[in-house]
C-alpha cells in the first residue's frame, strides 16, 4: 500500500471500497479504454467496534459539512437505518448502519447515469444492427 493511499474515513479504518465506473460513448463508439471510464458511485465500509457510536459521530461530521441530512430506516434491507445528504445537482451522500459494518456512499446524479446509460445502450443497438443487418451467416 501506498502512503498517499486512503486507508481511513474519519479516523474509521475502511474495510472495503467498491468504485464503480462506466464506459463513454464518443463519435458514435464505446470507448472502453479505462482511463477515460466515468465513476458515478464509491462506498467506504467500515467496521467500528461500536457501531452505534461511529454511526452518530459520522453523521454529525457529515452534517457539519453539508448540513442537515434526512434520516430513514430501509425496511427492504436488513432494517438498516440511513442518512442522506442531497445536493443540488441531484448528487448525494448517504451514511448507512448496517448490522455489522457502516457504508458511506457517494453517488452521482440519478439524471446523469441514466442518460449515460441510454448512450450506451443506444450505441449497443447502433452496433447491433450494423453487424446483423444483410448478414446471412450461418442461416
Known sequence: MHSDEITDIAGYSLSVVYMYYMYTVENDSIITD???????????????????????????????????????????????????WTADDGTYIQLQKESSHIRIVYNAKKELVDSWNLEIEEEYKRQEKENTEGNFNGL
Open 34 to 84: 479505462n482511463d477515460q471510464v466515468k465513476l458515478y458511485q464509491a462506498e467506504y465500509l467500515l467496521s467500528p467496534t461500536e457501531l452505534n457510536t461511529a454511526y452518530d459521530e459520522l453523521k454529525e461530521k457529515l452534517s457539519l459539512l453539508y448540513g442537515n441530512g434526512i434520516e430513514d430506516t430501509d425496511k427492504s434491507y436488513l432494517h438498516k437505518i440511513r442518512t442522506t
